[in-house]
Nanobody, 114 residues
């Protein structure tokens, strides 16, 4: 399984970005998909997840602003990020879990300027 994250960039506070994670495998077969982020000097944290059932979950800090989704036909997972603020600045990683294995994308940098 290979994951390729894209869509990061520089955005002003209050703006929006959409991250994409393209999978070499069928995302409909993964037990769970998720977006994580790691800010400078901080630990990697789970931002949003989507289970094989379609159930989604979000970190409190992004609830109401971020939306995770997937397109099974295209094998792509998305993270729509709205109302961005400086605390959202981080490298964002996509993750897929399949049985006991966990796979990571290479990360995409999101920088929010105030």
């Amino acid at each position: 399984v290979q994951l390729q994250a894209s869509g990061g960039g520089l955005v002003q506070a209050g703006g929006s970005l959409r991250l994409s994670c393209t999978s070499s495998g069928r995302i409909s077969s993964y037990n769970a998909l998720g977006w994580y982020r790691q800010a400078p000097g901080k630990q990697r944290e789970l931002v949003a997840s989507i289970q094989i059932s379609g159930t989604t979950g979000y970190a409190d800090s992004v609830k109401g602003r971020f939306t995770i989704s997937r397109d099974n036909a295209k094998n792509i997972m998305y993270l729509q990020m709205n109302a961005l603020n400086s605390e959202d600045t981080a490298v964002y990683y996509c993750n897929a879990r399949l049985q006991w294995d966990s796979f990571w994308g290479q990360g995409t940098l999101v920088t929010v300027s105030s």
